[in-house]
């Protein structure tokens, strides 16, 4: 199992490992709940080192990621993000990631479990480019690391990390001056750092990007200036309820190379309109006639076990039939309900569809409701 | 550290036997909570229902996993504990006390010189 640089400092705050995508991580250090909760109401801290980092150079990147991902790069200036797919000329889903665009370059941060297939697919299409040569692959997912810190008090204390101006991306006195979705270069202990408001848990966040050897001193310092603002380091646990709870897909549950970004709900992050792409025709195909199965949010009526992947969906009535299954499920730390996603026929998906889910060979009510289950406060 | 009281008899799999005559109570270790957390559910086997030492008779469920439970004596069981099923994190705040699961009747006494004692689980569990 691989581990991150900072896996002495998870063993020494008693962090709960687990195996997560061939790495070994916390999945908690002190529970789930109080983790979880610490992000909803003041700040959490994760660490994200395992997941993947690829930079994509040259005359031609732009072209090439507009041909290679669904959403539509050109619309990215200098320090901007956006989530955006990367599917097979079926539609099938290689990997969900975020791209920046830096100065010159383009960074791609991909799922852990993810980065061999990604950049193995990333290489052939790249082979099969007309500009091939004008456009650079680099993996430095070994060299980088990542945390994330999340949570609505972590503006208050995020520029006590890092010093500005920014020296490259948006242009921005400090970290707290970044809009969503924007990205800046600032220097922690004179050493570049890519700092960006982005996050995985529905709140308010930034999440840093810094050579491995930097990340241990980064989480220490965080640590410390956000101790005064009831900031927790969160484990996988804490960040999988978080997700679930605004609905965001985690790769391998909502999405693989069988499911569509159309099917998963994620239509907008494809730019059909960007001219052609691998996927489109499948993907525009979708769009116009529909689909076969669509991924909806359900919650649990009566009290019963939590839903959890895998588990059998029943629809109601005299006709009662397996339709489905649950993809992600869980007991909704901010709700105190069940709740979870799954596919189903779209004539099932629309809120408040009544489904039944099959918990160890009992069926137990739960209803579709609208994405996501929790927003955040303001 | 975990505790582990000196007046109960402990299974392998984390669950504790309080024998009081011919009956017994049943629940799940401080250890076995610590390791759950967050214990959001409790499914109980119905009074009446017979069990085999070692059957898998009841499921504890935190956030992140679903874990099954199993007898550590055989017996009829004779009561459950409504107030667990209600507030499940009463096997987190209570493991020995108002965290308890089931009673049986035991069914062959004698079993219990299979369980562990206290010095032997807390061996199993390193403490």
């Not at chain 1, 619309?75 to 975020?98: N, S």
């Not at chain 1, 690391?145 to 020296?167: H, K, L, Y």
């Not at chain 1, 101790?227 to 909502?254: F, I, Q, S």
């Not at chain 1, 949010?297 to 397996?322: C, E, L, N, V």
Request: aromatic share 8%; with cysteine; net charge neutral.
């Amino acid at each position: 199992m691989k581990r991150t640089p900072l896996y002495e400092i998870h063993q020494q705050l008693g962090g709960k490992l687990i195996e997560f995508g061939g790495w070994e991580m916390p999945v908690q250090y002190t529970s789930i709940v109080d983790e979880h909760l610490a992000v909803r109401k003041n700040a959490g801290l994760f660490d994200i080192s395992h997941m993947g980092e690829i930079v994509v150079s040259g005359p031609a990147a732009e072209g090439f990621l507009n041909h290679a991902l669904t959403n539509d790069v050109r619309k990215l200036a200098p320090g901007q993000g956006q989530y955006t797919l990367c599917c097979k000329e079926t539609g099938g889903v290689i990997d969900d990631l975020y791209v920046y665009r830096l100065a010159a370059e383009y960074l791609l941060i991909v799922n852990a479990s993810r980065i061999e297939a990604d950049a193995a697919w990333l290489e052939k299409q790249l082979s099969l480019f007309p500009r091939s040569t004008q456009v650079t692959l680099r993996n430095v997912s070994d060299a980088t690391a990542a945390v994330a810190i999340q949570g609505p008090r972590v503006a208050e204390f995020i520029d006590a990390c890092f010093s500005g101006n920014a020296t490259a991306g948006t242009a921005a006195a400090k970290p707290s001056a970044l809009q969503k979705n924007q990205v800046s270069q600032f220097s922690f202990e004179d050493q570049p750092v890519w700092v960006s408001r982005t996050g995985y848990t529905g709140e308010d966040g930034f999440e840093v990007v810094a050579p491995a050897e930097e990340i241990a001193a980064i989480w220490r310092k965080i640590q410390a200036v956000g101790k005064t603002c009831g900031l927790k380091p969160a484990g996988l646990g804490a960040r999988d309820t978080l997700r679930t709870e605004v609905c965001y897909p985690l790769y391998g549950h909502e999405l693989d190379e069988h499911t569509t970004p159309i099917e998963a709900g994620l239509g907008f992050f494809v730019a059909l309109d960007k001219g052609e792409f691998v996927g489109r025709a499948r993907l525009a195909d979708q769009k116009a006639n529909g689909v076969g199965k669509k991924l909806v949010a359900f919650k649990m009526t009566d009290k019963s076990a939590p839903p959890r992947p895998h588990y059998p969906i029943w629809s109601t009535g005299p006709q009662s039939a397996k339709i489905g299954e649950v993809v992600s499920g869980t007991q909704s730390p901010s709700l105190g309900m069940g709740i979870g996603l799954g596919y189903v026929p779209p004539n099932f998906a629309k809120p408040p569809t009544a489904l039944e889910i099959e918990i160890r060979g009992k069926r137990a009510p739960a209803l579709v409701v609208a994405k996501p289950f929790y927003r955040k406060v303001g | 550290m975990a505790n582990v009281p000196a007046d109960l008899k402990y299974a392998k799999s984390h669950e504790w036997a309080r024998i009081q005559g011919s009956e017994a109570t049943v629940g799940i270790t401080d250890h076995a909570q610590h390791e759950l957390t967050d214990v959001v559910f409790v499914e109980l086997p119905p009074v009446g229902r017979k069990l085999k030492a070692g059957e898998s008779c009841a499921v504890v469920e935190s956030v992140k996993t679903a874990s099954d439970i199993y007898s550590p004596l055989g017996g009829e069981v004779t009561a459950v504990n409504k107030a667990v099923v209600d507030n499940p994190a009463l096997v987190n705040s209570e493991p020995y006390s108002g965290g308890w699961f089931y009673r049986i009747k035991l069914s062959n006494p004698s079993e219990a010189n299979d369980l562990l004692s206290p010095e032997q689980y807390l061996q199993q569990i390193g403490g």
